[in-house]
């Protein structure tokens, strides 16, 4: 697969136009406080609305790209390198793909079994003063967990640099929709057994309002930073399984990710590139092929080990580790 047409471009931009799969209300993402995230658009000052919001797509991203029932990746990604944990019966309980903070999960760097938190200190050190090392940074992810190079990562330990190791996404995406109207409806949850029953408890009837949307235009937008991408340093193709992974991601995510909540059911028109211009994307088709050759040529340049069975880093889960003593106590 040959991505050199995107050679001098800092970004790949890319838009997909959304609707209701059913009717022509929607359900957007709520914030604590907030509500629905509704603003002044430019220009005409039209009514926007953020359907989802980065961190969300960031998560849906990698959602549709992990098979739950075999606890591994799809099967086109096979092989990526990441971090598994596990209860102490070796039971499946959490992995890098899924945690919230990625390599920086506290499942991973906060428990007993410090066998990761081992590995990045000896990995990064020397860099407790002075300039972080991001290609150095990029080159142990892309070895431990490839994807948090997509995703981005904080690692806010003390030990690993003061705390001052972080890549921004290579890949953030959000929907948003324009000239949006509510469409307000309500109902009850009913008790038949006691319809003035105490509500404090759970009890009775309750009555409740709900506000739903409605747009003439949705659209999911999706940005690759190729200039961060490149700036890791880590060769071409290191580069190119990236690229590849990042569209993969959001190939998928328009063909079967789009059930966002119960209302809120999207369907996706083609996808399309905004800058630069003339470059076609690949099909799903294509990169579920291309993805494990790439896999194994980064493999066989040396970014991550030949076995796949030492791609994955594997922990136990025994409880979070007990905070040392402060000095003097």
Sequence with gaps: MNFSALDQSPRLLMEADLTPLQGSRFQPTGFPDLGAA????????QRMLLVESAQSMANRLELVCWDKVEDDWVTPLEGLPLIKVTDKDGEPLTNSVQEAHRTNSPYILEGND????????GELAGMEEGAVDIRKLARVLLRYDTNAL????????????GGRLRLPRVL???????????????????????????????????????????APKITAYFNLDLAQLRGFGLGIEAESLLIALALYKIRRFLEIGLRLRTACDLKAADLRVTRPTGFELPT????????????????????????PQERVTTIEWTGAAKKGKKQGD
């Excluded at 603003?39 to 005409?44: E, L, V």
């Design 114 to 121: 410090t066998t990761v938190l081992d590995l990045l200190k």
């Design 284 to 307: 799903t088709e294509d990169l579920a092929a291309t993805l494990p050759k790439l896999i194994d040529t980064v493999s066989a340049a040396g970014g991550f080990p030949v076995d």
């Design 150 to 161: 997509i995703h981005g990562v904080f690692l806010a330990k003390k030990e690993l640099a």
């Design 172 to 214: 953030s995406a959000f929907i948003e929709a324009d000239d949006v109207k509510e469409a307000q409806s309500g109902g009850v949850k009913n008790d038949h057994i006691n319809p003035s029953g105490e509500t404090a408890r759970g009890f009775g009837n309750v009555p409740f309002a709900r506000t739903e949307f409605s």
């Design 38 to 45: 509704t603003y002044d658009g430019p220009g005409d000052h």
